[in-house]
């Protein structure tokens, strides 16, 4: 077993949670601290469920406050007077993208992880599914780990184990971990806020629910 230290950036959602039990595998749980931010994000219930989680798992869950994002990036997730794209689009990101979150995320659990000794920092982000975010590229992780290692004189590591993964690879994962169910009760991925199976008309849960059907399918298969 690894015994560096490893940082996980948990929201809530699928994707974080499912790092989080990768990084208690793969590094031991005395071993994994997590951390969360509160970004003004009208679905704040998804800190309530890491927070959840974590008391389940017996680790902390602290909570970083970035208010700042919903003054300078107009989002429909943090937003009320701002209606979610739902349906597909072209050329320009859908309002549900967040500038710089990630950028910020990353950054801010930099800062956390030097003051605790930590070096490896793990994100759920992942560029083969859905949006295709710039700040959840590979090129985009790799280039601001160089970025921080030169800030910060310190040698980090972003890890990101669902970066290549699609959504049903990725319950799969989880399948694999034994949280699948937790995964699919507990965590909270609907940008209306509603935790589990969500509200099933949202991009996010549209994405979640395909991958799991599709990863049914590959199970069912696999056994005939």
């Not at 943090?78 to 710089?100: C, L």
């Not at 003051?115 to 949006?131: A, E, L, P, R, Y």
């Amino acid at each position: 077993m690894d015994e560096r230290k490893a940082l996980i950036v948990l929201s809530g959602g699928q994707d974080s949670t499912t790092c989080l039990y990768w990084a208690i595998e793969k590094y031991g749980k005395e071993n994994v601290s997590t951390l969360g931010f509160d970004y003004g994000q009208k679905h704040k219930l998804e800190l309530k469920a890491a927070e959840n989680i974590c008391q389940d798992l017996g680790l902390e869950y602290p909570v970083l406050s970035l208010p700042v994002l919903n003054e300078l990036s107009p989002n429909a997730l943090t937003r009320d007077d701002m209606t979610m794209d739902t349906s597909d689009y072209e050329g320009d990101y859908p309002n549900t993208f967040v500038e710089g979150r990630n950028h910020l995320f990353l950054s801010y659990a930099a800062i956390y992880a030097k003051g605790k000794g930590i070096h490896d920092i793990i994100t759920g982000v992942c560029q083969t599914d859905f949006s295709g975010y710039p700040d959840c590229r590979d090129s985009f992780v790799k280039s601001l780990n160089v970025t921080l290692n030169l800030a910060m004189d310190y040698d980090f590591n972003l890890i990101t184990p669902l970066m290549w993964l699609n959504k049903a690879q990725t319950w799969e994962l989880a399948d694999r971990l034994g949280c699948l169910e937790t995964i699919r009760n507990k965590t909270l991925t609907c940008y209306n806020g509603i935790i589990g199976d969500g509200c099933g008309s949202c991009p996010s849960c549209k994405l979640r629910r395909t991958g799991y059907e599709s990863y049914l399918k590959m199970k069912s298969k696999s056994r005939h």
